[in-house]
């Protein structure tokens, strides 16, 4: 099983980018799937996520308004469009995907696999 994640770069403050994260080795439809982030020297953070069915999203309060995520379950794949970014956006972004409870996501419990991050710069 891998998560690819890719979409990251360096963007100006105020600028959009969109992070896709693919899942391949097995279909992921059945899963909740997340973003995690993590800047230098500070702890992983929850960012978003999005249930297996329904479509319920849950949002970290200083991305709401700003952040989207989404999925395409056909192409086992979760999306983050990011707008407004911030320089205090700049992390390393993870996705993630669990087969536990939608709610426990957010705390970083339950996760089944974890992809390999990509960067994102905001520059002020």
């Known amino acids: 099983v891998q998560l690819q994640a890719s979409g990251g770069g360096l963007v100006q403050a105020g600028g959009s980018l969109r992070l896709s994260c693919a899942a391949s080795?097995?279909?992921?439809?059945?899963?909740?799937m997340g973003w995690f982030r993590q800047a230098p020297g500070k702890e992983r953070e929850f960012v978003a996520t999005?249930?297996?069915?329904?479509?319920?999203?849950d949002y970290a309060d200083s991305v709401k308004g700003r952040f989207t995520i989404s999925r395409d379950n056909a192409k086992n794949t979760v999306y983050l469009q990011m707008n407004s970014l911030k320089p205090e956006d700049t992390a390393v972004y993870y996705c993630?995907?669990?087969?536990?409870?939608?709610?426990?996501?957010?705390?970083?419990?339950?996760?089944?696999?974890w992809g390999k991050g990509t960067q994102v710069t905001v520059s002020s």
């Open positions: 080795g097995r279909t992921f439809s059945g899963y909740h």
């Open positions: 999005i249930s297996r069915s329904v479509g319920s999203t």
């Open positions: 993630a995907v669990s087969s536990g409870s939608f709610s426990y996501l957010p705390r970083g419990t339950g996760i089944n696999y």
